[in-house]
């Protein structure tokens, strides 16, 4: 229905939130997250009097004991990053739709060419452009998508901001005044222009390029990372793997259900030689870049736990699904053999 488009993919996530939630609310978040939504989740939303409650990102009948009527959204990954765990959409609109909340989705991992999250009931999403919408890490950007389907009027004490009249804006009430732009509309007029979070414009400008070519690269990105994923599930070195297109991976069921066209680009895995070793790996890459982004059209590798995900304890780490021998892909849009190439002789670096 309307979009707005942000400095960061950060900007959109905390926006959406802030749009409907305020000192002595709760959202609930499902917890295998983005390490940044995570801190924000955990540490920093705490700080202006908003809980979150995390659920089980696999487990969408645990939603209803967490809910009061100080409740005022649910957010969730698409494709959790970085577990590479997919979420049932639809499952977790349907518990979401019965307590009167909406469906917040972040969609950064597959993007609209790979999953339309408002076809399978979520209400709003975001996307950290910065990732493959920009594709070359070029950009730090961010957009909220409201899908102008959630019934905002019809839970009006859930959602004070939109139904009731605002003092931000001159005590519009906005679910009177654009009807099912009210959230989309707000987001813009109240959070945007009073904290300013704006898009620079030459990086909206390398964005419309990424997205000329965002259908290619989801096509190769999802190619590439099916092949790095079944060669790693073969090799002595490598413990386990997480992959959503792999044959028997925990995700797989889930991932037909809700992806479209491939299963992405992000591959996770864990290396057979522990923390240690994960390091290791990575400093041996040679065509694979070590960097902290998705997204880009060249491969991309990280050790989470001790470089994205290092402020969280053991215990978060556990919840998030990051282990400590775990390495995340972004597997880019090279040759396959070139990709194969580097990750043997990396690995072999990890003996
Ligand atoms: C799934 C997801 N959402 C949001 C973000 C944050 O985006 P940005 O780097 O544009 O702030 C990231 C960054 O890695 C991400 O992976």
Known sequence: MGALALASGS???????????????????????????????????PQFGIEVRFVNPDKPEELAALVDDRTRLVFGETIGNPKINVIDVRAWADVAHAQGLPLILD?????????RPFELGADVVTHAATKYIG????????????????????HSDRFPGLTKPDGAYH??????????????IR?????LRNTGAAVAPLNSWLFLQGLETLHLRMERHSENALKVAEFLNGHDDVAWVSYPGLDGDAYKEIADRTLKGGYGGLVSF????????????????????????????????????TTTHSQLTPEELEAAGVPEDMVRLSVGIEHIDDLIADLTQALAATR
């Open 11 to 45: 900007a959109a996530n905390t926006y959406a939130v802030l749009n409907l939630a305020g000192t002595g609310d709760n959202i609930i978040a499902l917890s295998t997250l983005y390490g940044g939504t995570y801190a924000l989740f955990a540490h920093t939303l």
């Open 107 to 115: 969609n950064t991992a597959p993007t609209p060419i790979l999953c």
């Open 135 to 154: 594709g070359h890490g070029t950009s730090i950007g961010g957009v909220i998508v409201d899908s102008g389907n959630f019934d905002w009027a019809a």
């Open 171 to 184: 005590g519009v009430v906005w679910t009177e005044a654009v009807g099912n732009l009210a959230y989309i």
């Open 187 to 191: 987001a813009r007029t109240v959070l």
């Open 270 to 305: 864990g290396v057979k030689a522990g923390r240690e070793g994960g390091k290791k790996f990575v400093e041996a890459l040679e065509l694979f870049s070590h960097l902290a982004n998705i997204g880009d059209a060249k491969s991309l590798a990280i050790h989470n736990a």
